[in-house]
């Protein structure tokens, strides 16, 4: 398949040379979006966010963390400093894996079991994107399963109304290359396109007695293919993916971040993650009348990794504690026994069938839908035995997997939501919406490596109604006031009992909006307020009990915050203009009861939720094609586990970063950029994260070159 769609997209290239790139409105005909355009987030019964084409071209980002540090209300959590493993949070949803956040291509959950594994150890390219939505508050019942902090739309290139295309060639430090090429056009009633990433670098870490990098492959490609009739549309969507990555799960003791924070310790050398995703989808659309229309979407997601890896974590604290004996063995320079590298090997498959009516009732915007979705995931991790000899690897023996490393696990959901939009009157717009969650989720675990005994099994169910109601009202021409409450869910995954309950939560949200001219302003005060605050445990995010599979049901919190954000454009008389854009966030997170079971208190922090964020973009641009923006971005510490705060623990805690970027562009023709950029300008370079095993930086200053041309 991979050679297919490589082969066609060549092709298409070589035929379009010479073709002019121009822009149409029908081009977004067949793409499933949740928002839009920066303008229609600023007239939301919610909040939101759009990261635009322009801002994703200037950019030229491959790391989907440092897009979003752009976006008020939104946390991520580094790990391995390239953003090939996101962390990402929405409000009170914390960062651990993404587990806690509906993340979606094109309208499609892209997490690889979203109900029984939410955690996304798969994410698509930033660098392919055409736009980026987020969507916060009442509005997103219509989405789910996750409806508490937030929702994040990836949007694809669109199929053009004419042939046309776009290649962008960047290379860079640490051997980094990177492509993105699509084309595509339409002739009469059908369309197509084809999109392809190709990616590769060595790596900004030096591991220690090896000369293996601790770089990436990445190879992902897209077909398009559309229909229009009379009055409705057919859209065909195809994906493949394949990465292959030597990252590992240890990070550095704190002394020795502190010598060389890009070092990795021997021992990791023969880590590797090697993953392969693809995907189908099917979309149709119709008007039935003026006022009625009708849309189904079917598709289909399988992913599938192993990560090959061992774990440090014992050894890191240890020499963290002044063990002499657990530094030397890190150094390689005392031998070892027993060292077990786990093919953390897994399958995963989901699937469904979505189905949306709307009707135009002049003042009453309906939509009402369902969605029967499956997903499951199969585990079978045998481990690999290792001697550390005179700082050498010598392979020993493999242990084949029984119990937590050989189980199946899965979810059954159907989803309902009604939602109305009411235009009362000329000022006030009311949002209304219903959701309905039924799960039911299973986990069985086998003693026998070849399955042939029945395993213990176990099961849960939890039926939940979601309702919520927003509204905005303008104030005058200018000025618009917004408000809004619903109640949150977030299932709890394929390692639930029966006698746990799913975390909801009720959350609130109320602002003030200004528009005049090219000057906006928003500033938006929220809160939620949770029954039972849950933490979803995995080995890449330990839970605060140390748990790392199912889930840790903490107690009561609450999470209250502001989100502010401003933006606006300075035109000059000799043809330049400035362009800025800065946000900020603050939240307080936070224990609200105490808990005897799970341990905490009232008033420990939550973790993975930083305090204080903050960024700016700003630019400089001329009418002549000389374009330049800074892009400067701030995260206070964050609490490795739930509280960080009563002290005690001197590495239970990240550190805080402050990374200004540089891009620089320059139009050779209509058609030709390039562009130089510069990551971390002044390399500032901290204990970004902790997980799951030891500190982990950063990524240092790097620079590289690109060029793009569209045709």
Not at 56 to 65: C, G, M, P, Q, R
Request: aromatic letters at 8%; proline letters at 4%.
């Amino acid at each position: 398949m991979k050679k297919t769609l490589l082969a066609t997209a060549i092709s298409a290239a070589a035929l379009s040379a010479g073709a002019e790139a121009q822009s149409t409105d029908s081009d977004t005909l067949q793409v499933i979006r949740i928002i839009g355009s920066q303008q229609e987030v600023q007239q939301l019964a919610g909040s939101g966010a759009v990261i635009d084409p322009r801002q994703l071209e200037v950019e030229a980002n491959t790391d989907i963390h440092q897009l979003l540090k752009t976006v008020p209300g939104l946390y991520v959590r580094e790990e391995d400093g390239q953003g090939l493993r996101p962390n990402i949070g929405v409000r009170a949803a914390a960062g651990g894996r993404s587990s806690k956040v509906t993340l979606m291509e094109d309208g499609v959950l892209l997490a690889p079991a979203p109900y029984s594994n939410p955690a996304a150890y798969y994410f698509p390219e930033a660098y392919r994107m055409n736009s980026i939505e987020i969507l916060k508050g009442a509005p997103l019942l219509r989405y789910g399963p996750q409806t508490t902090g937030g929702v994040i739309n990836l949007v694809t290139p669109s199929i053009p109304a004419e042939n046309r295309g776009r290649m962008t060639v960047k290379a860079g430090e640490h051997n980094s290359q990177d492509i993105h090429a699509w084309y595509g056009g339409t002739a009469g009633s059908f369309g197509w396109l084809v999109d392809t990433v190709q990616r590769s670098s060595d790596g900004f870490k030096d591991i220690d007695r090896s000369n293996r990098d601790a770089g990436f492959e990445i190879q992902d490609y897209m077909v398009k293919l559309g229909w229009t009739g009379e009055r409705q549309q057919l859209l065909a969507k195809f994906q493949y993916s394949e990465q292959v990555s030597n990252e590992t799960y240890a990070g550095l003791t704190d002394a020795d971040f502190a010598a060389d924070p890009n070092r990795r310790y021997g021992l990791s050398e023969i880590d590797q993650m090697d993953n392969h995703h693809s995907g189908v989808s099917l979309n149709y659309s119709a008007e039935l009348t003026d006022r009625v229309s009708l849309s189904a979407l079917a598709y289909e997601n399988r992913f599938a990794r192993d990560w090959f890896k061992t774990s440090l974590g014992s050894l890191i604290n240890a020499a963290n504690a002044g063990d002499a004996n657990a530094q030397a063995v890190l150094d390689g320079e005392q031998d070892i026994a027993g060292m077990e590298y786990k093919h953390n090997s897994r399958a995963y498959e989901s699937r469904g069938i979505e189905l949306n009516t709307r009707i135009d009732l002049d003042a009453h915007q309906l939509e009402a839908g369902i969605r029967d979705h499956s997903d499951d995931m199969d585990r079978f991790q045998p481990v690999e035995v290792y001697d550390q000899v005179s700082g050498s690897l010598v392979f020993r023996d493999v242990i084949q997997p029984t119990g937590g490393d050989n189980r199946l696990e899965g979810a059954d959901a159907i989803s309902f939501w009604l939602t109305d939009q009411w235009q009362v009157s000329d000022a006030l717009r009311v949002n209304l919406a219903l959701r309905h969650e039924d799960v039911e989720t299973f986990r069985e675990q086998f003693s026998t490596v070849d399955r042939s005994t029945p395993g213990s099994y176990r099961s849960s169910s939890a039926s939940e109604w979601l309702p919520g109601a927003s509204f905005t009202y303008d104030l005058n021409t200018r000025w618009q006031v917004l408000a809004g409450v619903h109640r949150g869910f977030a299932p709890l995954g394929g390692g639930a009992t029966e006698n746990q309950e799913p975390e909801t939560s009720i959350n609130y949200e109320a602002g003030l909006r200004m528009t005049q001219d090219e000057l906006f302003v928003e500033a938006v005060a929220f809160r939620s307020d949770f029954d039972n605050q849950a933490e979803s445990c995995s080995v890449a995010s330990p839970c605060s009990n140390g748990a790392t599979s199912g889930s840790f049901v903490t107690s009561e919190a609450v999470v209250n915050g502001l989100e502010v954000q401003v933006s606006n454009t300075w035109q000059f008389d000799n043809g330049w203009q400035m362009p800025a854009h800065l946000s900020y966030t603050y939240t307080d997170a936070a224990i609200s009861k105490d808990n005897a079971t799970s341990g905490v208190m009232d008033g420990d922090v939550l973790a993975d939720i930083p305090e204080n964020l903050f960024s700016l973009r700003l630019g400089l641009e001329s009418a002549m094609g000389w374009d330049n923006h800074l892009v400067a971005k701030y995260m206070d510490s964050t609490c490795v586990s739930t509280g960080c705060n009563r002290g005690g623990d001197p590495r239970g805690e990240t550190e805080s970063l402050f990374v200004t970027d540089l891009i620089s562009r320059y139009g050779l023709s209509e058609q030709a950029t390039v562009f130089l950029r510069v990551e971390n300008l002044f390399d500032e370079q901290v204990i970004i994260g902790r997980a799951p095993h030891g500190g982990r930086p950063n990524k240092p200053r790097t620079a590289s070159l690109g060029f793009q041309y569209d045709f």
